[in-house]
Nanobody, 116 residues
Framework: QVQLVESGGGLVQAGGSLRLSCAASESGFIYRMGWYRQTPGKQRELVATITSTSSSDYADSVKGRFTISRDNAKNTIYLQMNSLEPEDTAVYYC???????????WGQGTQVTVSS
């Protein structure tokens, strides 16, 4: 099981920016890493994912505002969040999938709060 450590959450005003980081404990190949988010009473939803070849996917609600990137040598991903909106307030979870057929591992989550 891959251990994931997230950092970078916090409180920001609407229109501001934050950068989340997630470092995996394992070295070597990891097929895909990404970010999901969850608010109370709602299901966890996709924010963005990125594969080992840097192919990325985004939720429609964050396209053009968020950018996911990856450092394969460090097995670390980043989520640059710009033009933040109060609707982006959530706990953000890092996830990884070691191989295409593997299950998903999850981090503990980091709180992002955007004030209006």
């Amino acid at each position: 099981q891959v251990q994931l450590v997230e950092s970078g959450g916090g409180l920001v005003q609407a229109g501001g920016s934050l950068r989340l980081s997630c470092a995996a404990s394992e070295s070597g190949f990891i097929y895909r890493m990404g970010w999901y988010r969850q608010t109370p009473g709602k299901q966890r939803e996709l924010v963005a994912t990125i594969t080992s070849t840097s192919s990325s996917d985004y939720a429609d609600s964050v396209k053009g505002r968020f950018t996911i990137s990856r450092d394969n040598a460090k097995n670390t991903i980043y989520l640059q969040m710009n033009s933040l909106e109060p609707e982006d307030t959530a706990v953000y979870y890092c996830t990884s999938r070691r191989f295409t057929y593997s299950g998903d591992d999850w981090g503990q989550g980091t709180q992002v709060t955007v004030s209006s």
